[in-house]
């Protein structure tokens, strides 16, 4: 095992002393090492008799646990699983022995006789809903949760799993030297006069169908049964909404600009919409990874293991996945779940210097999220910048370079299509584009950069 960092030793500390049958939460940002507080204790346990369970939410995490626990306690032996196809039972009776167990296979166990053993919850949050609570009320003899965002809107994890015992922010680390300090942009782009009006007429729908579900329900329509008409009625005029700002013109300009900044860099871009996504990967050439994709797996890992290159996702970096060397994230949509977006940039900042943006748009439904992660994240101020992008920003295109704009001066003279980065008029080579630029409208009368300053309180 490698030697601990003074945080990690103190979280193992305060664990143990919390009683005869320890159990609470250590809250620590991503990519810090609470994994390894979970293996330091998992070995403790085992010198005393003590087996041990690993629950985890999801296959691929399950994974990662198998090889880390592999490593650094086993030295070879191998780890019973249970779940994502695999039916080890867990090793009530025999020691030492090491369960990794995905929570919707664990669940369903019959603990009945299971003797001395440690509970390990990874990503806890993930694991306090009435189905789940079966788990924690078994007989362990130590029980300790893990997570960055523990907590939760709806349910009080605490009162699962146990107390806080320990936690450690994005500036603590950074001040200890365990991450290296990086950069989150918050980015806002515009909507154009067309889609700022069917934004505003859309958002009249919605105050409507809530007024009507007010009137006859005394209730939001979130609160109705998922099949109740009205709330369907409401979700879809919603989810259109949504669509306008999300696919805005000004994102994909700004997803151009920002795919060439970073070039040759390992770069990750999350949206919301399959279809979008899919759209993006063809014209930028990436690597997909969403639901729908058989192939996810494969492109994820021929990805992680590259140098360079773009991953288009929906999504994947939520929970449970490890990318420790990525260059840049750029969040161009995103669920509106704080705990989401947090969880998904601090698992981007994981071990490295990553280069952050956090897309959106002033006045939309963007903004409740938004705030929550300035306000949440735990960066020193010094490490967020915020600025505006405009419908396209010539201004900044040009900045750092002369003459014509990165895509141009990066793309091989091999007399293949190429699309203006400004208008996104696909041209038929290079020197059709050449043509083109003078007579590009949006690139002749580029919006200037507007420099966002923090309001003095």
């Known amino acids: 095992m490698p030697e601990l960092y003074a945080w990690q030793q103190e979280a193992v500390d305060s664990f143990l002393m919390s009683g005869a ?68 039972k867990i090793g009530f009776h025999t020691s030492p022995h090491i369960t990794v167990a995905v929570v919707n296979t664990l669940r369903k166990q019959n603990f009945d006789g299971m003797g001395k053993m440690i509970l390990i919850a990874d990503e806890v949050h993930r694991f306090a809903s009435p189905r789940n609570k079966r788990i924690f009320e078994q007989k362990w003899s130590a029980m300790l949760g893990l997570s960055a965002t523990p907590e939760r809107d709806d349910i009080n994890v605490e009162e699962v799993v146990g107390p806080i015992l320990m936690t450690l922010t994005f500036k603590e680390a950074i001040e200890m030297d365990i991450i290296p300090p ?9 909507l154009s006069n067309t889609e700022q009006g069917e934004y505003d007429d859309l958002t009249r729908s ?52 920002l795919l060439e900044r970073h070039k040759n860099e390992k770069t990750a871009v999350f949206h919301e919409s399959i279809a979008d996504i899919e759209r993006f990967a063809e014209q930028h050439d990436g690597f997909i990874v969403h639901s729908m ?7 994820f890992q021929e990805w992680s293991e590259s140098g360079d290159g773009v991953l288009f996702s929906v999504n994947m970096l939520k929970e449970g996945i490890d ?74 295109v040009e900045r750092e370079m002369e003459g014509l704009p990165v895509a141009f001066n990066s793309v091989e003279d091999d007399g293949k299509p190429i699309h203006c980065i400004h208008c996104l008029l696909k041209c038929r080579n290079k020197t059709s584009y050449a043509h083109h630029l003078p007579k590009c409208e949006v690139y002749n009368n580029p919006t200037p950069i507007v420099q966002l300053k923090e309001e003095k309180k």
């Open 182 to 190: 990086p950069e989150l942009h918050f980015i806002t782009t515009p």
């Open 206 to 257: 919605v105050a409507i169908l809530e007024s009507r579900c007010d009137a006859e329900h005394g209730m939001s329509p979130i609160l109705l049964s998922e099949n109740n008409p009205l709330r369907k009625a409401w979700a879809a005029v919603c989810a259109k909404r949504k669509r306008v700002v999300n696919q805005s013109r000004s994102r994909r300009t700004l997803l151009a600009y």
């Open 21 to 88: 049958e320890p159990k609470g939460i250590v809250a620590a940002v991503t990519g810090c090492g609470k994994t390894f507080v979970g293996l330091t204790l998992i070995a403790h346990y085992l010198e005393k008799g003590v087996n041990a369970v690993v629950v985890v939410p999801t296959k691929r995490l399950m994974e990662q646990w198998r090889e880390q626990i592999e490593e650094h306690i086993l030295l070879g032996q191998k780890v019973s699983l249970l779940g994502g196809g695999n039916d080890t």
């Open 323 to 396: 990318a420790p060397d990525m260059d840049v994230l750029i969040m161009l949509s995103g669920t509106n779940g704080k705990r989401s977006r947090i969880q998904t940039i601090g698992r981007a900042m994981r071990g490295g210097s990553t280069v952050v943006y956090h897309v959106f748009t002033l006045g939309t439904t963007d903004e409740y999220s938004v705030g929550h992660v300035k306000d949440n994240i735990g960066l020193p101020k010094e490490c967020m910048l915020a600025w505006t992008w405009g419908a396209i920003d010539a201004a900044l």
């Open 293 to 299: 994709r058989p192939d996810g797996d494969p492109q």
